[in-house]
Structures are given as C-alpha cells and as structure tokens.
C-alpha cells in the first residue's frame, strides 16, 4: 500500500529562521510528487511537482527536492504570511488508473 | 484563485440522509478528483472521473458515487450517510496529460 509520511507535524520558527520539511514515500510506480499549501478552511494550493530523482523547483522563498525516497521543502526566511499546513502527495498510475495519497502534512507558524 | 468552485459550502444533514456535491471546473479541464480530508488529515482520494468515466478509486465503498458532465461540472453522492463522513470534500481539476490539480474551496459536511 502507498504511504506517505511528513514530518515534523508541526514546526514553529521565527521570522527568518530557515527550516526544512520532510516527506518521505513508498510507493510502487511514482508518477510524481506534488506540494501544496493549505490555509485553515481552504482548498490546498499547487505549489510544486517534482517528477524525478534529483530535480528542484523553487518559489519565492521555497524550494522543493527530490530523491528515491523523499522530498524536501526547504523555507528560506521565512515570513509570518508563509504560516500555513504544507501537503506533500504522490500520484501513481497502476492499470491504467490513477491513485493520488497524501500525507497528513506539517502544520508551520512562523512568528514576528 | 483557481477557478474551481463547490457548492454548498456548509451543509449538515442526519444519519442515513443522501448527499449531493456540487464542482464547477476549469474550463477545458477534462479530469476531475474528489478527496475527503477529516480534521487535522490530508485529503483522502476518492475517485477521479476523466470523459466522463471513473478513471481511479480509493478505498471509499460503493455509496460513494460519482458523476462528470460534459460542461467540466461533476457531482459527487453520498448515500445511507454516516456520522464518519462529516468532513472536508474537496474537488479539484486538471488538463488531461498535466498532472497539476487545482482545488476548489471544498463543502463541509456534517452528519448529525
């Protein structure tokens, strides 16, 4: 069975203080793994897919990696606004269908 | 804004009632994914319908039903209701051949 766990499941950090978040995966057949943020009472938000072993993407103040493994969200100075639950998922594709399973996410507060 | 929208957003019906969720897609987005995301977890999939026809599936039973219109709308049922499906759902939509999914605000459910 697909599982994914992140962690920790919440991290609180002064404004400026860099951190990273964890998501690590087993799965059989990984099309991709996906990050998103999460404000209380919203849909989550696209922030990033990562495909293969190796690749980054970046956003402002975020970016995202990948191994065989695991993925990395690194917070670069973080801001107050960057508070928000961070969802790490993974979509694989077996017979021909598609199954998306998510983490539980890490909930992150940045303080002022 | 992702141009994904759900209606109702508040709803609560009593054990054993029938649900319908409404989801307004993207337009041109063929392919539609439902979650349910309890308290404090990460969206469960559900399914996901592409043409019109369930292209995935979750371990959610068969009182959890699906339908996708050929407008980019889809509904999601949920029959002999349970106080265990109070929750979160969530659509969200994507381009045939793109793997980003882009999520509408979600309808909370409550089951008395």
């Known amino acids: 069975e697909d599982q994914v766990t992140q962690s920790p499941e919440a991290l609180r950090l002064q404004e400026g203080e860099s951190s990273s978040l964890n998501c690590s995966y087993t799965?059989?057949?990984?099309?991709?793994l996906f990050w998103y943020r999460q404000d209380p009472g919203k849909g989550p938000e696209f922030l990033f897919t990562?495909?293969?072993a190796g690749e980054e993407k970046e956003k402002e103040r975020l970016k995202a990696t990948l191994t065989k493994k695991e993925s990395f969200l690194h917070i670069t100075a973080p801001k107050p606004e960057d508070s928000a639950t961070y969802l790490c998922?993974?979509?694989?594709?077996?017979?021909?269908?598609?199954?998306?399973?998510f983490g539980t996410g890490t909930k992150l507060q940045v303080i002022p | 804004e992702t141009g994904v929208t759900q209606s109702p957003t508040h709803l609560i019906k009593t054990r054993g009632q029938q649900v319908t969720l409404r989801c307004s897609s993207q337009?041109?987005?063929?392919?539609v994914s439902w979650y349910q995301q309890a308290l404090g977890q990460g969206p469960q999939f559900i399914f996901q319908?592409?043409?019109?026809?369930?292209?995935g599936r979750g371990n959610f039973p068969p009182r959890f039903s699906g339908l996708q219109f050929p407008n980019y709308s889809s509904e999601l049922n949920v029959n002999a209701l349970e106080l265990d499906d109070s929750a979160l759902y969530l659509c969200?939509?994507?381009?045939?051949?793109?793997?980003?999914?882009?999520f509408g605000p979600g309808t909370r459910l409550t089951v008395l």
């Open positions: 969200a939509s994507s381009l045939v051949g793109t793997d980003t999914q882009y």
């Open positions: 799965v059989s057949g990984l099309r991709g």
């Open positions: 990562l495909y293969s």
């Open positions: 998922a993974v979509q694989v594709v077996s017979g021909g269908y598609q199954k998306v399973t």
């Open positions: 337009s041109g987005h063929n392919t």
């Open positions: 319908y592409y043409r019109e026809e369930e292209n």
